[in-house]
Structure formats: C-alpha cells, structure tokens
C-alpha cells in the first residue's frame, strides 16, 4: 500500500538505511520478502556499508538470513511459493516466481571488509553462521587480516566454537584416513597469525578461553593422527603433509 500511494521502497533515512535494512534488524522475515518482491534492493548499503543480509546475520535473525537466501534461490519449494503469494497479495499483478532473481551479496563485505557470515562469527550467532556458511567457502579475509575464527576468539564466542570445534571433532573421531573439507575450521585458519603474530589457540589461551583451547588442541591432534595414517600408505600425498605441518605448526610443535 505504501508504494502504491507514492512511497518508494528504495528510500533511506539519514543513516542510509531501506526500510528492507529496518525489517532486517527487526528479524521480520515476512516484511522482508514482501519488499524484496515489491523490488527493494538487497544489495543497496547503509553508511557503514552493511547490506540486508549482513544486518540480519549481525542481529542473529537466521530465519530471516534464510529468507533472503531462498529468495536468492527463487524457484524453491512450493510450500514456500504458496506463503511468499499470500505475503505479498496485494501486490500489483500477484506473483510471477519466474521473474524474480536476486542477488543476496552472501560474499560482499561492508566497510571494514566483513561479510554477512564473519558478523554472525563475531556475534556468536552459530545458527545464522550456519546457514551462510552452507553457501559460501568461510575462508575470506578482512584487509587487516581477520578471519571468521579470529574475530569469534577475540570476541570469546565460547558457545559458538565449542559447537563448531565438537562437529569437527566428531566427524574426525569416525574418519580412519583424509582429511574431512567439510568442517568450517580448516587448518589453514588454525595456523593464521594475527598482526600481534598469534594464531587463534594462542589467542584463545591469553583470553583464559580453557575449553575452546582444549577442543582445538583435540582437533589438531586428531587431524594429525589422521594425516600420519594418510601417508603410512601415501609418503608423497602433498596435501597431507601440508595439513599435518600447519596443524602442528598450530600447535607450535613445528
């Protein structure tokens, strides 16, 4: 009704901010679709140069994070079709689901360089980390060099490690050989260095984070003991032995 009667769903405030970025921050998934299907721009940014998506993962809204990706993947589940047509019935000329494609900007950064995914990292939402996380490799990093891990231990997410450490681990203790791709704690980011030359153990021991210490140090010692099996039958398997050296270089065993 309000665009009908002159209003644009593209206006801002004086903080830059759509009224797509307010539902957003509200968690008002519905609201959401209905101005992204009135044609709200999700990749229109606010003063700080935060997206829609990227206000909903800060926020910790992960229903509504998921909404804006299925609305990416427009073409899902007629359950999904059937609300989204009763949300937005007054829409001029209803619904047509094959003309609607959006682009969420799940890898686009704001100013300071983080994605939608390093803030719900940062913020300790892991179900809202999850979901994007599903769609993207989480292994970006900020002009100054943050990862998602670094920010999440700086900021003493316990909780959020602790779950994502526990799923890594788990998946380890049932692999004999190989290294499982699929954990979002990858060596890689285990053995990154901050500009203070500390890598995320290191910085979770000074920051008295003792359990998300010892799940790191299992986790490395069980991609170890998995790497030593890889190469008893593969001596020349570079992959293992890149994995083994960061991970004991994680450890400072190197």
């Keep these: 009704a309000w665009k009908m009667n002159g209003g644009s769903v593209q206006r801002a405030n004086s903080?830059?901010?759509?009224?797509?970025?307010?539902?957003?921050?509200?968690?008002?998934?519905?609201?959401?679709?209905?101005?992204?299907?009135?044609?709200?721009?999700?990749?229109?940014?606010?003063?700080?140069?935060?997206?829609?998506?990227?206000?909903?993962?800060?926020?910790?809204?992960?229903?509504?994070?998921?909404?804006?990706?299925?609305l990416e993947q427009?073409?899902?589940?007629?359950?999904?079709?059937?609300?989204?047509?009763?949300?937005?019935?007054?829409?001029?000329?209803?619904?047509?689901?094959q003309r609607y494609h959006f682009d969420a900007?799940?890898?686009?950064?704001?100013?300071?360089?983080?994605?939608?995914?390093?803030?719900?990292?940062?913020?300790?939402?892991?179900?809202?980390?999850?979901?994007?996380t599903e769609m993207t490799t989480a292994e970006k990093l900020t002009p100054d060099g943050k990862s998602w891990l670094s920010m999440a231990v700086e900021n003493k997410q316990e909780s959020l490690?602790?779950?994502?450490?526990d799923k890594a681990i788990a998946q380890m203790e049932y692999i004999q050989k190989g290294y499982v791709s699929s954990s979002r704690i990858t060596p890689d980011l285990m053995c990154l260095k901050d500009a203070a030359n500390r890598n995320p153990l290191e910085r979770a021991r000074e920051l008295g984070l003792s359990k998300v210490v010892e799940k790191m140090e299992t986790y490395c010692q069980l991609l170890i003991k998995s790497m030593d099996q890889h190469l008893q039958e593969s001596p020349n398997d570079q992959h293992a032995t890149e994995v083994k050296a960061k991970c004991?270089?994680?450890?400072?065993?190197?």
């Excluded at 990227?54 to 229903?63: E, L, Q, T």
């Excluded at 009763?86 to 047509?96: E, I, K, T, V, Y």
């Excluded at 900007?105 to 994007?132: R, V």
């Excluded at 490690?161 to 450490?165: D, G, K, N, P």
Aim: hydrophobic fraction near 45%; include cysteine.
């Design 74 to 97: 427009i073409g899902f589940d007629e359950e999904i079709q059937f609300r989204m047509s009763q949300m937005a019935s007054d829409l001029p000329g209803g619904l047509d689901f």
């Design 105 to 132: 900007g799940i890898d686009q950064t704001d100013s300071s360089g983080e994605t939608a995914w390093m803030k719900a990292a940062a913020a300790g939402h892991l179900q809202a980390f999850e979901i994007l």
């Design 248 to 254: 004991l270089k994680t450890l400072g065993q190197n």
């Design 15 to 70: 903080y830059g901010q759509t009224a797509l970025m307010q539902a957003a921050a509200g968690g008002r998934e519905r609201i959401v679709a209905w101005l992204m299907l009135a044609g709200s721009d999700p990749l229109q940014r606010d003063s700080t140069g935060q997206t829609p998506l990227m206000i909903a993962a800060a926020a910790g809204h992960a229903r509504t994070v998921e909404m804006i990706l299925k």
């Design 161 to 165: 490690l602790c779950s994502l450490l």
